[in-house]
C-alpha cells in the first residue's frame, strides 16, 4: 500500500509529489460545469479577455482538489479514514490553462486520536507551484490516519 500510516508520518517530513500535471481546458471547462459555477472568468474567453488576466482563469476549487489529489499516493492512499478539515487555504497566483502543477506536501502536526486507539490525526501542509515555480495553492488539511495493524 502506497500510503504512510500514522507512525509512518513524522513531523517535519518533506514529500516532492510525483507525477506533476498539466491543466487542460477540459479540466476546468469539466469541472467549472460539474458543480454550477457560472462565474464568467472560468467559461468564456471573451469575457476573460476583458479582465485583469487577459484570459480564463482555472477554477480555484479544482486547483485545490488537484493540489490535494496529487498528494495521495504518496500520503494517505488506503490508509487514511478521511479528511478532517481544510485551513488557511490561500491562492496568492492564478493557474492559467496549460499550467503545469507540482506538488510538495510538510507534516507540520500529529497527535493520537482521544476516543480510538486504532487512528491518529496527522496535518499536512500543501503546496501547489507551477511551472515558473510560483506557488498557486496553500493549504492545511487534517486527515484522520490509521494505524499499522497490529
Not at 10 to 32: S, W
Not at 62 to 80: E, N, R, Y
Not at 88 to 113: A, C, L, Q, Y
Amino acid at each position: 500500500m502506497p500510503g504512510k500510516y500514522f507512525e509512518e508520518l513524522d513531523v517535519g517530513a518533506v514529500f516532492e509529489h510525483q507525477p506533476a500535471r498539466t491543466v487542460t481546458e477540459t479540466d476546468n471547462l469539466l469541472f467549472t460545469a460539474l458543480t454550477l459555477n457560472p462565474q464568467p472568468l472560468h467559461l468564456d474567453a471573451e469575457f476573460a479577455a476583458t479582465t485583469q488576466h487577459g484570459r480564463i482563469l482555472v477554477n480555484s476549487i479544482f486547483t485545490l482538489g488537484l493540489v490535494v489529489g496529487l498528494s495521495v499516493g504518496d500520503t494517505t492512499l488506503g490508509t487514511t479514514l478521511g479528511n478532517l478539515g481544510f485551513d488557511k487555504t490561500t491562492f496568492p497566483n492564478p493557474v492559467f490553462i496549460g499550467d503545469t502543477i507540482r506538488v510538495t506536501t510538510r507534516v507540520v502536526d500529529k497527535r493520537e486520536s482521544r476516543s480510538k486507539p486504532d487512528r491518529g490525526v496527522v496535518t499536512f501542509e500543501h503546496q501547489g507551484i507551477n511551472q515558473r515555480g510560483e506557488v498557486v495553492c496553500s493549504c492545511t488539511r487534517g486527515a484522520m490516519m490509521m494505524k499499522r495493524p497490529a
